[in-house]
Nanobody, 123 residues
Framework: VQLQASGGGLVQSGGSLRLSCAAS????????VGWFRQAPGKEREWVLS????????YYTDSVKGRFTISRDSTKNAVYLHMNVLRPDDTAVYYC?????????????????WGRGTLVTVSS
């Protein structure tokens, strides 16, 4: 599976963005997909995931109520919907897929990664 993340950009605090994770090479609907982010000088951080086997979703506490994840099987893509963005959301965002349907926060248990897309939130 090849993944491509896109949709990043510069947005003001309180604004919204939608990131896309487009897949090729295999149907993404059978994979769990997670979004991670890495801010400058910080470690990679798990943000949220969607299961491959059902529509279950999982969020880190800092984005609950602001971010959501969705899947469009017809487009072989997963989306990260970000609302009420804050400056501390600034990071490079990566999508990752797990063939074993792993939905957790351990980045090393995801099998495939896309290149990141930069999100910058200005105050």
């Amino acid at each position: 599976v090849q993944l491509q993340a896109s949709g990043g950009g510069l947005v003001q605090s309180g604004g919204s963005l939608r990131l896309s994770c487009a897949a090729s090479g295999a149907p993404l609907e059978y994979y769990a997909v997670g979004w991670f982010r890495q801010a400058p000088g910080k470690e990679r951080e798990w943000v949220l995931s969607i299961a491959g086997s059902d529509t279950s979703t999982y969020y880190t506490d800092s984005v609950k109520g602001r971010f959501t994840i969705s899947r469009d099987s017809t487009k072989n893509a997963v989306y990260l919907h970000m609302n009420v963005l804050r400056p501390d959301d600034t990071a490079v965002y990566y999508c990752a897929a797990s063939y074993s349907d792993y939905r957790g926060s351990r980045w090393d248990l995801y099998d495939y990664w896309g290149r990141g897309t930069l999100v910058t939130v200005s105050s």
